[in-house]
């Protein structure tokens, strides 16, 4: 009794159709064909002998592949046949390692063990492990147009050089161990990776931890993908590593309607540890906590035409100097966007229209030492702001690190503007500076704080302004305050009586702003 075959190619598209012998029927270039991948341990032939199989777990399922018969194995995907000799796959193109000839498809529900064995034999195509003086073969792993699942993480191991991934669809199994998808090893220096590619791909965490990350690896291309649903890092790359760049690429931690889309806390993209030269162009990143992380000495950054929207938290924080950020659109993301010192924001649009954050401060500078912002520029943004919260300020001085003013005069924030806003008193084209000056708690007498003290940073900045805001809790009473002389002040509470008769001490506190205009860039 005789079988049908069906040949395919590698996306299940049907070439031939043949009808099978007793040793297999002679199908392509009169080549013997057997069925599937788990037939071939049954057949006996000669060292040398090729074949082709139909498909990897039925024919036509698009594993179909080129073998021929060794003594030996020489790689994880050959197969084993019935007199010990071995099936050696066939790389259909020279470089390219396609994962149905692996059987890693969308119909097992775990492809781990499988990925990970096409991992490794394109990395042996390309030369194995190397030193970074040594030289690879580049080598593509491609998928095809199909979300499969894997139950573990897969890794590239350290000394890794010129690999892409190109066209995979994965995504965490049920039941999946481990905090991420893919785990470029990198490694300690010499033995970083190096030209490693993730292009046309699909990254779904399914609140994993996190979906792509990246060690020490030199040169990195994240270009055309979608990586989503993770809960804290969606690409990370950290401990060292010259030259990574992201474009086009769509990240996000939720959709839109999905259970705690607006209480997301995670980040986009997070480089940390001394990654330099970094390259963000035409990503989308929406609904994480942060949409970009650039921390711990990554230096030499550039953003341009980005558009970064809905992060509960900030859209972009950048705790390091040396950044270019310009032509990038930020809507409605959270608490605000906080950017180091020695850097260049321009001609970016800022848009917030909803109502779930209350007051806003658009960008705020988290300078790390007292030569904060000696020669950044902003300028040229422009922010459209269409709700009436109370304040709304552009520009403001993260405290966190120090009560530090601006260190020189060559700095510029200047030619910014506020559009539609509803706020009483925007501040756009001035570095302020929040301190909490004096908390009080009402003890009977009068407190007196020296205000000079809390301006001390500021004394060798020429012009510059201050203001006093009072906050008091429901209990206090604040009965006068006096600033009129710029280096002392007193506030008076006294303690309200308790509905039994007795009093309660009241606090107060007590917040001083400081800012200046940079415009002259001189």
């Known amino acids: 009794m005789s079988n049908t075959i069906v040949i395919t190619d590698n996306e299940a598209n049907v070439i031939e159709v043949v009808t099978e012998g007793p040793r297999g029927p002679a199908g392509l270039s009169g080549l013997l064909i057997y069925t599937t991948a788990s037939d071939v341990a049954s057949v006996t032939l000669a060292v040398g002998e090729p074949f082709r199989t139909a498909g990897y777990y039925v024919s036509g399922d698009g594993g179909g592949a080129l073998y021929h018969v060794s003594a030996t194995k020489e790689k994880e995907g050959d197969l084993p046949m019935a007199d010990g000799k071995w099936a050696i796959l066939h790389q259909t193109e020279v470089g390219r390692v396609y994962l149905p000839h692996y059987g890693v498809m969308a119909s097992q529900a775990d492809n781990q063990i499988k990925f990970q064995s096409a991992i490794n034999d394109a990395i042996l195509l390309s030369g194995g492990a190397k030193l970074n003086s040594e030289k690879s073969t580049p080598v593509t792993i491609l998928g095809r147009d199909e979300m499969f699942y894997i139950g573990s993480e897969v890794t590239v191991a350290a000394g890794t050089k010129g690999l892409t991934f190109s066209g995979i669809k994965v995504a965490a199994g049920d039941g999946y161990v481990g905090t991420q998808l893919i ?193 950044g520029i902003v300028k040229g943004n422009v922010l459209n702001h269409r709700v009436g919260v109370n304040t709304v300020t552009f520009i403001e001085y993260d405290t966190a690190n120090g009560t530090y003013a601006p260190s020189g005069t060559k700095g510029q924030i200047r030619d910014n503007r506020i559009n539609d806003s509803a706020a009483a008193n925007p501040v756009i084209n001035q570095w302020s500076t929040q301190v909490t000056a004096k908390q009080f708690i009402s003890d009977a007498s009068d407190a007196t704080f020296d205000f000079a003290e809390v301006l001390v940073p500021w004394a060798a900045i020429q012009n510059y302004t201050y203001s006093l805001r009072i906050d008091s809790d429901d209990k206090a009473v604040v009965s006068s305050v006096s600033d009129e002389d710029p280096n002392n002040f007193t506030v008076t509470l006294y303690n309200p009586l308790q509905t039994d008769g007795s009093t309660k001490n009241a606090t107060c506190t007590v917040f001083v702003t400081a800012s200046v205009e940079l415009n002259s860039g001189s």
């Open 183 to 375: 785990n470029i090893a990198g490694g300690t220096g010499n033995d970083a990776c190096r030209d490693i590619e993730l292009l046309f791909s699909e990254l779904d965490g399914r609140l994993l931890t996190s979906c792509l990350y990246v060690g020490y690896t030199n040169t990195l291309r994240v270009e055309n993908n979608q990586i989503h649903h993770f809960t804290e890092f969606g690409v990370r790359k950290e401990n060292a590593g010259v030259e990574g760049i992201f474009v086009q690429n769509m990240i996000y931690q939720y959709k839109y309607g999905e259970a705690n889309f607006t209480n997301a806390t995670g980040i986009g993209i997070d480089l940390i540890n001394r990654c330099t030269d970094n390259k963000f162009n035409g990503n989308v990143i929406y609904l994480t906590g942060t949409g970009v992380r650039l921390n711990s000495s990554c230096s030499s950054n550039l953003l341009v035409a980005n558009h970064i929207y809905g992060c509960t938290e900030l859209g972009i924080l950048i705790a390091v100097g040396r950044t270019i950020i310009v032509g990038n659109q930020f809507d409605h993301n959270g608490l605000h966007d906080k950017v180091g010192s020695d850097l260049i924001i321009e001609n970016n649009l800022y848009n917030y229209g909803g109502t779930i954050w209350g007051d806003r401060t658009f960008l705020k500078l988290s300078p790390q030492s007292s030569n904060a912002f000696y020669s």
